[in-house]
Nanobody, 115 residues
Framework: QVQLVESGGGLVQPGGSLRLSCAAS????????MGWYRQAPGNKRELVAT???????NYADSVKGRFTISRDNAKNTVYLQMNSLKPEDTAVYYC?????????WGQGTQVAVSS
């Protein structure tokens, strides 16, 4: 099994920054895709950004130019640097690890953007 533990959420003012981290442990294979999804109240869970073990990235249009995803394969950790945060970025952010046909999820971390 795979365990994902997120950290770094919190309350920030509009225009501020936060950095999320997600550490994976367990039966992890080197070739996988890790990413971040988010879910706001009343909305479906949506993709924020993903990164493959080779470093290829994909971003939602709404966060391009503001968020940066990165990973440290030696530490099995993925990061999400969020800059220029907006109130509409408020959501629970979930870490995801995708391997072949299986998805693993973290417990989620709350990000609130408010003045």
């Amino acid at each position: 099994q795979v365990q994902l533990v997120e950290s770094g959420g919190g309350l920030v003012q509009p225009g501020g920054s936060l950095r999320l981290s997600c550490a994976a442990s367990g039966n992890i294979f080197n070739i996988n895709t890790m990413g971040w999804y988010r879910q706001a109240p009343g909305n479906k869970r949506e993709l924020v950004a993903t990164i493959t073990s080779g470093g290829s990235t994909n971003y939602a249009d709404s966060v391009k130019g503001r968020f940066t995803i990165s990973r440290d394969n030696a530490k099995n950790t993925v990061y999400l640097q969020m800059n220029s945060l907006k109130p509409e970025d408020t959501a629970v952010y979930y870490c995801n690890l995708h391997f072949i046909v299986t998805d693993y999820w973290g417990q989620g971390t709350q990000v609130a953007v408010s003045s």
